[in-house]
């Protein structure tokens, strides 16, 4: 429990927003790619995802590894547009507003999803569940002014 408080208190931090996202991604990556899908690295602090989603702009297909919060025994997932507490939304979310249908890959297993952007008192629930599954969000809302997404996932 130590070591997760540290982390927690790490990645709070404006360095590790500054850092990070240059850094885990790629290693989740390429990780990802090399154990077909097995593991992924990030995934050892918090469940995390692969999701394929379909670039808004460009129509092509992007990967990107998140961190997720599973719902319903894996039957959804809350993905969360922190951007590591940086200024502008995450890529990942533009393209799921863009192109709700998408992938994931959950523990191994490639599950095709549709995501939907969360509101109002669905959208305050959600974020109080997420803030006790990760409390450094907490920190990451507070140094932006925009309201950080959070998407619904659930299986097609």
């Given at each position: 429990m130590r070591g997760v408080r540290f982390v927690q208190k790490v990645s709070s931090t404006r360095g590790f927003a500054r850092v990070a996202p240059h850094?885990?991604?790629?290693?989740?990556?390429a990780v990802h790619r090399l154990t077909r899908g097995k593991v992924l690295l990030s995934a050892q602090l918090l469940p995390g995802v692969v999701l394929t989603s379909t670039g808004a702009k460009s129509g092509l297909p992007r990967r990107t590894p998140l961190a997720c919060m599973p719902e319903d025994?894996?039957?959804?997932?809350?993905?969360?547009?922190s951007n590591f507490g940086r200024p502008g939304h995450p890529a990942w979310s533009h393209n799921l507003l863009a192109h709700p249908e998408a992938r994931i890959s959950w523990?191994?297993?490639?599950?095709?999803v549709t995501a939907r952007l969360l509101e109002g008192a669905e959208r305050a629930a959600a974020w109080q569940a997420v803030l006790a599954f990760w409390p450094p969000y907490a920190a990451y809302q507070a140094r932006v002014e925009r309201e950080i997404?959070?998407?619904r996932i659930v299986r097609r």
């Open positions: 850094v885990f991604p790629a290693l989740d990556r025994g894996g039957r959804s997932w809350i993905l969360v547009g523990k191994g297993h490639d599950i095709p997404r959070l998407f």
